[in-house]
């Protein structure tokens, strides 16, 4: 069932815009991590489709002093992508640009895959329903070196994120100290955020004041990723690792309903994978979610190599 919420067709100002500018595509800016990641596959898959490398229309996605001291990268989520020969800052031509084109990002059918649902507007299907992302040979290496003095198997955790649950909630701290203790003796632990990400008081190794492409790469160098719905969730599946995601249904749903009436009815299916784990916090008789989530750990193909 298709269902829009502005009166143009999906993507009229990226289309409109890319052509006026010479480039290929129109990507919005003005856009959480993880939306910024979906849009990878449509890059993909259009620059297959015209058999060559894309010249990009969009803008940096971060404009923060933090983000500026931390020499964070302007694309972060676009870097060293293969399939990308050229991004025009279309801030630089007019900053009505960006307006228009992050305006219409959810412009388009909502009860598909989020990454079904930008190809398809476009006539295109996605290789996989997941990101695409690249690092470098550097970047790899220097996070294996952060991580070396951490026992494997490794699971990186990532317990926040804009619609996790909130303080007074035993998923906001308590029980993530219940899962860490419950597999201390089996697996190593991290905590990865960039930025001012509010690091919560866990007993683990946490990399401080990351940038982007850093967190990314110590994603790729977990064998085991949990976390909220969230930016580094969707990095860690766009790498295929063994993912669990925990959603806070009621938070989520809130913030959906404030973007468009309707929304939340179809979050699952727009933002879930089809090879990660979701656990939905619903309520809990007693600690179900912490079962669930040391069972999945202890039951990937890394832990049961691990423990013979």
């Known amino acids: 069932m298709e269902k829009r919420f502005l009166e143009t067709e999906p993507f009229y100002y990226s289309r409109k815009y890319a052509s006026q500018y010479g480039c290929d595509l ?72 960006m307006r228009e084109v992050s305006a219409e990002m959810d412009n388009f059918p909502q009860l598909g895959h989020i990454t079904e649902n930008i190809c398809a507007p476009f006539g295109l299907k996605p290789r996989k329903l997941h990101g695409d992302l690249y690092l470098t040979k550097e970047e790899k290496q220097a996070a294996l070196e952060t991580l070396s003095h951490l026992p494997r198997p490794l699971v990186a955790l990532c317990p926040y994120g804009n619609s996790s649950p909130l303080q007074e909630s035993d998923w906001y701290e308590r029980k993530w100290l219940m899962i860490i203790q419950k597999l201390s003796d089996d697996a190593g632990f991290f905590q990865i955020g960039h930025d001012k990400f509010n690091h919560k008081a866990l007993p683990i190794f946490t990399p401080m004041n990351t940038t982007v492409r850093e967190m990314m790469a110590l994603i790729w160098a977990c064998d085991i990723y949990v976390g909220f719905d969230t930016g580094p969730s969707h990095i860690a599946a766009a790498f295929e690792r063994p993912a669990m995601v925990i959603w806070d249904a009621v938070r989520k749903a809130k913030l959906e309903e404030n973007k468009e009436p309707g929304f939340s009815l179809a979050t699952m299916g727009r933002w879930t994978y089809p090879h990660t784990k979701n656990l939905i916090l619903l309520g809990e008789r007693e600690n179900e979610g912490v079962s669930w989530v040391v069972d999945f750990i202890l039951n990937t193909d890394v832990m049961k190599q691990t423990r013979g």
């Open 26 to 97: 129109s990507l919005p800016s003005w856009a959480a991590l993880g939306s910024m990641v979906v849009y990878t596959r449509l890059i993909e898959a259009y620059a297959l489709k015209l058999g060559r490398p894309l010249k990009i229309l969009t803008a940096p996605h971060f404009y923060t002093e933090e983000t500026i001291a931390l020499n964070e990268r302007h694309y972060p989520i676009l870097d060293e992508n293969p399939y990308i020969k050229e991004i025009i800052n279309a801030d630089l031509i007019d900053i009505k640009i």
